[in-house]
């Protein structure tokens, strides 16, 4: 099968354990300091180093009690009486050590500490005695160690296979150009039951031999018939404690290549030998770096993330470098010259020409035409996917805004009682399933409660007539990359922006939703009404910093003010200042006039538009079982004169249809999930 057949991009999956669902939730975070932390270190003459992305000291909990400060060797098992280090996020706190008997928040690490110098005060218990912490990594999965244990052992070297069975191989995958130096370098099997490719990933600590998880290739035909190689990943308890490649690279290595694949990987050292990571996903398929990795890339100097050629792989790439600490990073910009190293391979292109075009991130601060010419050029040829995801359930969004761009702050607002978080609901439900990492904030409603529409949503069934399936569709719907703040009612902003940063650093977060801006800033009567538009302006203006800088879409719900019911909402209605209408990319008006004019229906008025400037009207259809407001009812057939007579209308006008034309229209006055004053 030839190359050609195969999109660059590849769609992945992880398997997780069946029994560990729970509700993902972001909870109030306060991350210390790094001056607290090296003053903490400096107290308990643990030294401290400042690295890239962690502080290095000394592991208390190791035996001798001394290591030296450095970012040390990745060889860490090679002399059994190496002292080791521990590592501590300067984002987070989170603490890892190499001796592996340590890991978790800051706060553990100090108590364990604390302890540690008591115990050590009156005798000098045994190494077993030593307080050793052991934190639940948040969201981590542990997959089936015996399951994936057994895919390994049963399947074959690649080597063994007989050249009838490597061609079958080579026709299904894209791995025509790999030689088998390359495949066995990268200890590659075969499983001749199903015909897939297995690939294994080794940890760190405490010995780079030790089998740490299974990487599963196969290919599958999407909804396009478009063939897409798949990675299943299975590892045996925690599934970030290594990254593929990494017992390969040699101890003196400065220099790594990060990809988002395997075969990229397998692509990039056979055509470079430079040393290469391919990184661990999300749920959906989406790379990731979670932080408990980043101690096993503090010892490279030199760090370049090489992804697929498309812009929303570029958006990834620049976050990446954010967290990896853009000094040390490089980033291949996404031009057509500039593939995949895997589809680079297979269309015969020199992947080394290729890295030396490799660019350092820019200034934070400052910038030129020369700097930004690169990323016009690539803006041009992909207009497309500069516009954003596109939604799948509201079509018509797309003709408006036509996607959903990160970095962006959108202003969403509309009558009590009419349906506002329900559409948001939905809206960011479409973009999650497709790959965007999304987290709300519901000040107004209980989690569980949202969650419960949300589920209904992405199922299309009401779950409370058919609870035999509602464990097949948690399943299915809690894989999905969705976050919750663990916040109700009134909060400060600082406490809330300290949750959404930390969300972005760990979950790789691209949308958030507050929900709703008046139950998040409350009242008081104290307040007269200037300071209460202060106070909006004040979290208003914040919120927009927070998109721009994390490069993070905000959506925010804000009730609108007071005004005569009869008449619909415009800009201006929205509650506070013009400053929300001001700051905002986009403002959505959800326009409700059904119960004035019953033959009216609900619809979406897009009324800003800072990216392109169309605006206009989305109509809205809300069907009471599924709690959907997506998807138009069936309409009534028709002659052929009659769509003729219906064409010639007005085709920017969404609503001159007929309500004869169209079956009995759900209303949603008595939407429970809305604030009713």
């Known amino acids: 099968m030839p190359s050609s057949s195969f999109m660059p991009s590849r769609s992945f999956r992880t398997s997780s354990h069946p029994d560990l669902v729970e509700m993902k939730s972001v909870d109030d975070f306060h991350g210390p300091t790094v001056s607290q932390m090296t003053a903490f270190l400096g107290k308990h003459k643990l030294g401290c180093s400042v690295g890239y992305t962690c502080l290095v000291a000394h592991c208390p909990f190791c035996e001798g009690g001394k290591a030296s400060a450095s970012t040390g060797s990745r060889k860490q098992n090679e002399v059994d009486s190496v002292e080791r280090n521990v590592y501590i996020n300067q984002t987070t706190g989170w603490t890892s050590c190499q001796c592996a008997k340590t890991k978790g928040s800051w706060e553990k690490f100090q108590d364990s500490v604390s302890i540690l110098k008591k115990k050590r005060k009156t005798a000098?218990?045994?190494?077993?005695?030593?307080?050793?912490?052991?934190?639940?990594?948040?969201?981590?999965?542990?997959?089936?160690?015996?399951?994936?244990?057994?895919?390994?052992?049963?399947?074959?070297?690649?080597?063994?296979?007989?050249?009838?069975?490597?061609?079958?191989?080579?026709?299904?995958?894209?791995?025509?150009?790999?030689?088998?130096?390359?495949?066995?370098?990268?200890?590659?099997?075969?499983?001749?039951?199903?015909?897939?490719?297995?690939?294994?990933?080794?940890?760190?600590?405490?010995?780079?031999?030790q089998l740490q998880g299974v990487v599963i290739l196969d290919v599958e035909e999407d909804e396009d018939q478009q063939r897409n190689v798949v990675e299943t990943h299975w590892s045996r308890g925690e599934c970030t404690s290594g990254l593929l490649g990494y017992n390969l690279i040699k101890a003196e290595s400065t220099e790594v290549i990060l990809t988002e694949s395997v075969l990229d990987a397998l692509a990039v050292y056979q055509g470079t030998s430079t040393p290469v990571l391919s990184l661990p996903h999300h749920a959906n398929g989406a790379p990731m770096i979670p932080q408990e990795i980043l101690p096993l890339l503090e010892p490279f100097k030199t760090v370049t993330l090489w992804f697929n050629n498309d812009m929303r792989s570029w958006e990834v790439c620049k976050q990446f470098a954010k967290k990896l600490n853009s000094k040390r990073c490089q980033l291949i910009r996404p031009l057509d010259d500039h593939p995949s190293p895997l589809t680079a391979l297979n269309n015969k292109k020199y992947l080394g020409p290729i890295l030396k075009k490799a660019v350092p991130v820019s200034h934070k601060f400052i910038t030129s035409f020369r700097a930004l010419r690169q990323e016009v050029l690539s803006e041009l040829c992909h207009a497309d996917q500069v516009a954003g995801v596109k939604?799948?359930?509201?079509?018509?969004?797309?003709?408006?805004?036509?996607?959903?761009?990160?970095?962006?702050?959108?202003v969403f607002t509309g009558p009590t009682g009419s349906g506002k978080t329900t559409f948001m609901a939905e809206y960011s439900l479409d973009l999650c399933v497709q790959g965007v990492n999304t987290l709300w904030g519901s000040f107004e409603i209980q989690n569980t409660r949202l969650a419960k529409v949300m589920l209904t949503q992405y199922t299309g069934l009401n779950l409370s007539k058919d609870l035999d399936k509602f464990d097949e569709s948690a399943d299915k719907f809690e894989k999905l990359p969705l976050y919750f703040m663990a916040f109700h009612g009134e909060q400060s902003l600082q406490k809330v922006l300290e949750a959404m940063n930390h969300a972005v650093y760990v979950h790789d977060i691209q949308h958030v939703i507050i929900d709703n801006l008046q139950f998040m800033v409350g009242y008081s009567d104290s307040q007269t009404s200037f300071d209460r538009f202060s106070v909006y302006d004040k979290f208003i203006a914040a919120f927009r910093a927070f998109a721009t800088h994390n490069n993070c879409h905000v959506s925010l719900v804000i009730h609108p003010r007071k005004e005569r019911e009869i008449e619909e909402l415009h800009t201006s209605s929205i509650f506070g200042s013009a400053k929300a209408s001001q700051e905002a990319d986009n403002v959505l008006i959800l326009q409700d006039q059904t119960q004035f004019n019953p033959s009216s229906r609900k619809y979406i008025q897009v009324t800003k538009n800072r990216f392109d400037g169309e605006t206009g009207k989305?109509?809205?259809?809300?069907?009471?079982?599924?709690?959907?407001?997506?998807?138009?009812?069936?309409?009534?057939?028709?002659?052929?004169?009659?769509?003729?007579?219906?064409?010639?209308?007005?085709?920017?006008?969404?609503?001159s249809l007929e309500s004869s034309d169209v079956v009995k229209e759900y209303n949603i006055e008595d939407d429970e999930l809305d604030y009713q004053e």
Not at 141 to 162: F, H, R, S, Y
Not at 193 to 206: F, H, I, R
Not at 641 to 655: H, I, Q, S, Y
């Open 391 to 410: 939604w799948k359930r509201f079509q018509h969004l797309n003709k408006l805004l036509k996607g959903h761009r990160r970095g962006e702050l959108t």
């Open 124 to 209: 000098k218990p045994p190494l077993s005695a030593l307080p050793i912490y052991h934190d639940d990594i948040q969201d981590e999965k542990e997959t089936d160690p015996v399951k994936g244990n057994a895919l390994w052992d049963m399947a074959v070297e690649i080597a063994q296979c007989d050249d009838d069975y490597l061609q079958k191989l080579k026709t299904k995958f894209p791995i025509q150009k790999f030689t088998m130096k390359t495949l066995e370098h990268f200890h590659v099997r075969v499983n001749k039951s199903n015909t897939t490719l297995l690939v294994p990933v080794y940890g760190a600590a405490p010995n780079e031999t």
């Open 618 to 655: 989305m109509p809205l259809y809300f069907n009471k079982e599924t709690l959907v407001m997506s998807q138009a009812p069936a309409r009534k057939k028709r002659k052929a004169k009659d769509k003729e007579d219906n064409v010639k209308g007005d085709e920017n006008d969404l609503f």
